[in-house]
C-alpha cells in the first residue's frame, strides 16, 4: 500500500476549510516531497469550488486555479501532490465522478465531513488499470489507517 504523511498543520488546515465551507463540497491543493516512496504533504492551498448550482454534492476547479497551483508548486520548490475535497454527509470513498475526473499521478485527499465535525480522512490514488487504490495515511493524529474499498 503506498503511504501519504500529513503534517498536523496541513491536516488541521484541511478540517478547518471543511467544516467552513460545510454543507457544500469544498476543494483545495496540496504539496510537499516524495521520499523513499511516501508522499510527505507540508503545504495545503484552498480554492474556491468553481461548480455552478448545487455544490453540495460536486466540486469543480477552474481551470486557472491549477495553473496557479503549478506555479506555486514550481516557485516553492515542492511537488504538486494532489487534490483535496469533502464529501458532506458521506463517506470518504470516492465516487464514479471522482474516478472520471481522476489525473493518474495525483492523489487524492477526502474528507468525510458531519456538522460538527470531520469524521473521516482517506487517500486514494489511480493504478495502472485507472481503479482507485488507498494510500495508507500517517498521521500524528491516526485519523484513518483504514483500507476500505472504494466503490
Not at 98 to 118: C, R, W
Request: aromatic share 8%.
Amino acid at each position: 500500500m503506498k503511504k501519504l504523511e500529513l503534517t498536523t498543520q496541513a491536516e488541521d488546515l484541511m478540517k478547518i476549510h471543511s467544516l467552513q465551507g460545510f454543507p457544500n463540497e469544498i476543494c483545495g491543493f496540496f504539496y510537499g516531497k516524495t521520499v523513499e516512496g511516501v508522499k510527505h504533504v507540508t503545504a495545503i492551498k484552498p480554492v474556491e469550488n468553481a461548480k455552478e448550482g448545487d455544490q453540495r454534492r460536486r466540486f469543480a476547479i477552474d481551470p486557472l486555479d491549477y495553473m496557479k497551483a503549478e506555479q506555486f508548486a514550481i516557485a516553492e520548490e515542492l511537488e504538486f501532490l494532489g487534490i483535496y475535497h469533502t464529501h458532506p454527509l458521506h463517506p470518504a470513498i470516492p465516487s464514479e465522478h471522482d474516478l472520471k475526473q481522476a489525473l493518474p499521478s495525483f492523489s487524492y485527499i477526502i474528507l468525510s465531513v458531519q456538522p460538527e465535525a470531520v469524521v473521516d480522512i482517506t487517500s486514494w490514488t489511480l493504478n495502472d488499470d485507472r481503479a482507485f487504490e488507498q494510500e495508507e495515511i500517517i498521521s500524528n493524529r491516526n485519523v484513518n489507517t483504514s483500507a476500505s474499498k472504494a466503490s
